[in-house]
């Protein structure tokens, strides 16, 4: 077939299709997210619009922002399906480096098609191009190189035909899912080539399973029977693998009280007797009470990383662990038993080794006792009050309303901590994107476009600050233009509250963050108005002073969502002091003059750097 380099990989991506979780066939790439420019619109440009009617194109409005709502549907879609987004060269393929980061922090798969310089440099330099003085092959693109799974250079159309099938590989492999960035020359782009007829055949990516060790699985066996207090920690590769209702029955099966990452949370139904809530900074005091006590921590499906962890204080220094991920990388972290397999299979390899065993009931029951205590404190944050609502408040009042087919986000500031916390799951599918791996500003509104696309069966919620808001809202936009409803909770407190509050809370002065802090040339600087500025981006837009008329504000956009087809934002005032505390500690620089470098030093001295297999 004599095609474009542009058309040929255009019709690759729509013979690519994917199975779910619970075996539709589906497209893998349901939609691309593109800003054109010199760089793209000819070729790839071109290419798209005449295959239009099968391959949904959906524009822009920043390259940052689009590409963050590609990684959003891939999560919504629990990584069976992947978004692709485009952009001409230069600024607008650099804006696109930061959702790669984000992308590959989570372990998500995105394909990003960024235009590039010429390959027969005829033209040099042309516009929008970085020269090096020493490398001619060096442009812009190469700076995707620290944040992707798999980066390629499209020098040649033939070279396709090897490549593509390594950016299925990495797109739809549980261990090396992350970002793809194949950079595309402008003018190989339009260069045309006989691919062959088989390159174009419809392939369908099933969800693949890989068993683990025989002997591992026994080593791991023993680890747990050996334990008379075991921890079953529950992480984003569950939810991947499918594995929710397999890792609750394991644990129901034989007694062992349940923990959740930031990755893995509404797996458990908040009710579930052996549910201690999630685990860490973000966490639960009643979780991080069980990991302190426990002799074992079985995790599953997660990479350990510092909140979850309090930066490897929340366990017992003589405790095992035994570390279930698709990822050697991640499975040897700390010193661990790794078993290097799908969750589903592991569990499955497992259940005959346990046969009979259960831990001690009196562990067992620890597990609601804690978590009791946990949900006591959490109904006194949440209890109505006078004046500006607390973000425990929020929260509250959006898992009263929501329905349990809804999905709701946050990914940077102080409401993870809140929504982590705080939120009381039912349990079933997976419900909550909180992107803590990356943690990106800005994220919030982009991602809620994206997962709307996907997560059809509920309303999607998100929540951000007014910080988050200023530093990405161009997607709300798109989202209303392009017809994708969701609800946005805006929260503004005058600042970056959660940073002023490291920043005060560790002895450092109040600079910076707040705006009585921020150096002005007013005497009475200037406020924004986010219910115009929403308004003005084609929303919906309702506003709250308090609880209880953000209650009525939140029931009314979540209606009028439903209803039409563009976004609805509850713009509230909220305190900006009031915060969900776990009772844990975060390890971040303390200089030695500051207050806080007492408890820094108290928090290193019981700092652990590797447990036993």
Wanted: some cysteine; glycine content about 10%.
């Amino acid at each position: 077939m004599k095609l474009t380099t542009a058309r040929a990989l255009v019709a690759w991506l729509i013979a690519q299709h994917s199975e779910t979780l619970d075996g539709r066939e589906v497209p893998l790439f349901p939609a691309v997210f593109a800003i054109f420019g010199h760089g793209n619109v000819l070729g790839l440009g071109t290419a798209l619009e005449e295959r239009r009617d099968v391959l949904p194109v959906w524009r822009g409005h920043t390259e940052q922002g689009m590409a963050l709502a590609a990684v959003g549907l891939a999560k919504a879609t629990h990584r069976r399906q992947v978004g692709v987004a485009t952009s001409s060269i230069g600024p607008g393929a650099l804006n696109m480096v930061t959702a790669a980061g984000v992308a590959h922090a989570n372990r998500l798969p995105l394909l990003l098609l960024p235009g590039d310089t010429f390959v027969g440099r005829a033209p040099d330099p042309v516009l929008q191009q970085v020269e090096h003085f020493d490398d001619p092959t060096a442009t812009a693109n190469d700076a995707f190189r620290a944040v992707s799974r798999y980066f390629d250079r499209i020098a040649r159309p033939e070279q396709l035909i090897s490549t593509l099938p390594q950016v299925a590989r990495v797109l739809t492999d549980a261990a090396d899912a992350g970002p793809v960035t194949l950079a595309l020359p402008q003018d190989v782009q339009a260069e045309t080539f006989d691919f062959p007829e088989s390159l174009f055949e419809p392939v369908v990516h099933t969800v693949r399973r890989p068993r683990p060790d025989r002997d591992t699985i026994a080593a791991a066996s023993r680890a747990v029977t050996n334990s008379e207090r075991p921890l079953l920690i529950l992480g984003g590769g569950v939810r991947y693998s499918g594995a929710g209702e397999q890792a609750l029955e394991f644990a129901r099966r034989h007694g062992i009280p349940i923990a959740e990452t930031t990755a893995g949370r509404t797996l458990v139904p908040h009710e579930e007797p052996l549910y201690a809530g999630p685990l860490g900074i973000t966490g639960s005091s009643s979780a991080n009470s069980l990991a302190a006590q426990a002799d074992l921590v079985f995790a599953l499906g997660t990479r350990l990383q510092d909140f979850t962890t309090a930066s490897w204080t929340v366990f017992a220094p003589d405790a095992r662990l035994v570390s279930v991920n698709a990822a050697g990388f991640d499975a040897v972290k700390h010193g661990g038993l790794a078993v290097v397999a799908d969750v589903a299979a592991a569990l499955e390899d497992l259940v005959p080794h346990l046969a009979g065993w259960r831990v001690d009931p009196e562990w067992s029951r620890r597990a609601a006792t804690a978590r009791g205590d946990w949900d006591r404190y959490i109904d006194t944050l949440r209890a109505p009050s006078a004046g500006p609502p607390s973000y425990a408040q929020i929260v509250g009042a959006v898992n009263d309303l929501s329905e349990p087919s809804d999905y709701v986000m946050t990914a940077s500031g102080g409401l993870p901590g809140e929504l982590v916390g705080g939120w009381r799951a039912v349990g079933g599918e997976p419900t909550m994107d909180v992107e803590y791996g990356f943690s990106c500003m800005g994220y919030e509104l982009a991602g809620a476009w994206g997962a709307a696309m996907a997560h059809r069966r509920g309303l999607v919620t998100t929540l951000l600050g007014d910080g988050s808001y200023l530093m990405l809202n161009s997607e709300l936009f798109s989202a209303a233009f392009a017809g994708h409803p969701f609800v946005a909770v805006v929260c503004d407190n005058d600042g970056y509250a959660v940073i002023a509050r490291l920043q005060e809370g560790q002895g450092g002065g109040a600079f910076n963050n707040f705006y009585p802090d921020c150096r002005t040339n007013h005497t009475r600087p200037p406020r924004v108005d986010f219910a115009a500025h929403a308004h003005a981006l084609g929303c919906l837009v309702f506003t709250a002073d308090d609880l209880d008329g953000f209650v009525h504000a939140y029931a009314r956009a979540r209606a009028a969502a439903g209803q039409r087809t563009r976004p609805a934002v509850v713009v509230v005032r909220t305190q900006p002091a009031a915060w969900t505390e776990a009772g844990a500690w975060w390890e971040v620089g303390v200089p030695e003059h500051l207050s806080g470098r007492a408890e820094h030093d108290a928090g290193k001295a019981t700092q652990i750097r590797r447990l036993r297999p």
